[in-house]
């Protein structure tokens, strides 16, 4: 399903960061190409893409992006006397950059939506191994810093489960990004468990014997 059927394309926002579909993300937008981005997206559909940055910095611009990034909504804005904004947004969908347009007055491409096929039926009991992994990992964690705080319940639907336990893993950006761009919901759990598996057992290591 194409999203960006006009020449203007969708506003995007290369960070270096990955966002996943449900999680919420604040920003503040300083820059003054995304204070740009910003107000138009505040005066239109109140939508605009998050990529990751491949190599590059998120200041000044000339940076590569990835492809496969995720929709975002402001679900609220504040703006600062000198023009600054500080947003808070959520994942709404995945997309595919198709086309990236000239970077005039903020960087726009023409995506499209990535399809999220229906999740087998094993699925479900990838999500209890995905949450038993977490559990492990935080226990693991808090024996190092006490701070650390019980991962919280996934919910039921696989689709949302994977994509919020993906949010909550300690993944790093390279890594986040290939779970971004798995294909389904058991794919997803499968690449998280497997992680938090080896997570695992390197707070194991480090930790050392009892």
Known sequence: M?????SDGVPMFPLGRVLFPYEMLPLHVFEPRY??????????????????IERGREVGGGDIRFAVGTLARIVRAE????????????GVRRVRVEEWLPDDPYPRARVVTL?????????????ARVAARLA??????????PRVEEPPALPDDPV?????????????????????????AG????????????????????????
């Open 2 to 6: 194409e999203l960006s059927a006009s």
């Open 35 to 52: 204070r740009a981005l910003v107000r138009d997206v505040l005066a239109s559909a109140g939508e605009f893409g998050v990529v990751l």
């Open 79 to 90: 703006r600062a006397a000198d023009g600054r904004y500080g947003l808070v947004t959520v």
């Open 115 to 127: 399809d999220e096929p229906a999740p087998a039926p094993e699925a479900e009991a990838a999500v």
């Open 136 to 145: 492990d990992v935080a226990a693991l964690a808090r024996r190092i810093d």
């Open 160 to 184: 949302r489960a994977a994509w919020e336990a993906a949010a909550i893993a300690p993944l790093g950006p390279l890594d986040a990004q290939r779970v971004l761009e798995t294909v389904s």
């Open 187 to 210: 794919e997803r759990l499968a690449a998280l468990e497997a992680f938090l598996a080896e997570q695992a057992a390197a707070l194991r290591f480090r930790i050392g014997p009892d």
